[in-house]
């Protein structure tokens, strides 16, 4: 396991983390020293605590709002897909009745 120190509203952390992971760790904190400090100049000294209960409660927003767009997005392309499906299906359908038209009248050509 690889160690991180990091700060976090002006105080220091000593995290583990998996190897490798320390760069991603170090930057994880930096946004949540950002929101912090984000949240101290708009609502000023209201407490460590709300402020990381608040830090933590706008990142969850963030992160379900990220969810639904992901879902949405997800549900469209199944959409999308499925509608491609009927589309190819339809176009194979057309191809058919093409060609037998054609064999048709191909057919009477030779005659």
Known sequence: MAQVSVTIDGKKYRLACNEGEEARLEHLAGMVDDKIGEL????????DQRLVVMAALTFADELAEA?????????????????????????????????????????GAES
């Open 40 to 47: 101290r100049r708009a609502f000023g000294e209201i407490g």
């Open 67 to 107: 969810r639904d767009v992901a879902e949405a997005g997800r549900e469209r392309a199944e959409a999308e897909a499925a509608r491609s499906g009927s589309l190819a299906a339809a176009l194979d359908g057309l191809g058919a009745r093409i060609e037998a038209l054609a064999a048709r009248l191909g057919g």
